[in-house]
């Protein structure tokens, strides 16, 4: 697990982080924004990065991330760094500050090229 803090450029506070877990050729990788975050670029510019970055090693042939499926600017955030829609994973994740109760997230995944 590699995790990085996510700054704006120059100065400011904490936007918030990105990461990744590698499980053989398959990465998997997610951030996390303070509201400050939002809808500036922030996202889009640190998960273009995290994709460009990781399917340059040639070990690896697979990146995927998952986001709530209510959750529009992560749905686009996904779309715009090049990952394409798989599916939807039913009641797949707790995420307590939304719910007790488990929820579906959408599944976003970029193969390498051969």
């Not at 307590?96 to 997230?105: F, R, S, V």
Request: aromatic share 10%; hydrophobic share 40%; net charge neutral.
């Amino acid at each position: 697990m590699c995790t990085w803090l996510i700054y704006p450029r120059g100065e400011g506070s904490l936007l918030g982080s990105i990461g990744f877990s590698v499980n053989q050729h398959t990465v998997q990788f997610g951030y996390c924004l303070a509201h400050d975050g939002w809808e500036n670029g922030s996202a889009t510019e640190v998960s273009r990065a995290m994709v460009a970055t990781i399917l340059a090693n040639p070990t690896i042939w697979r990146i995927q991330a998952r986001c709530h499926v209510d959750h529009a600017m992560s749905v686009r955030v996904l779309e715009k760094a090049g990952l394409k829609l798989e599916g939807t994973w039913r009641w797949y994740s707790v995420l307590p500050n939304l719910t007790e109760q488990p929820q579906d997230l959408l599944l976003y995944a970029r193969i390498r090229n051969h």
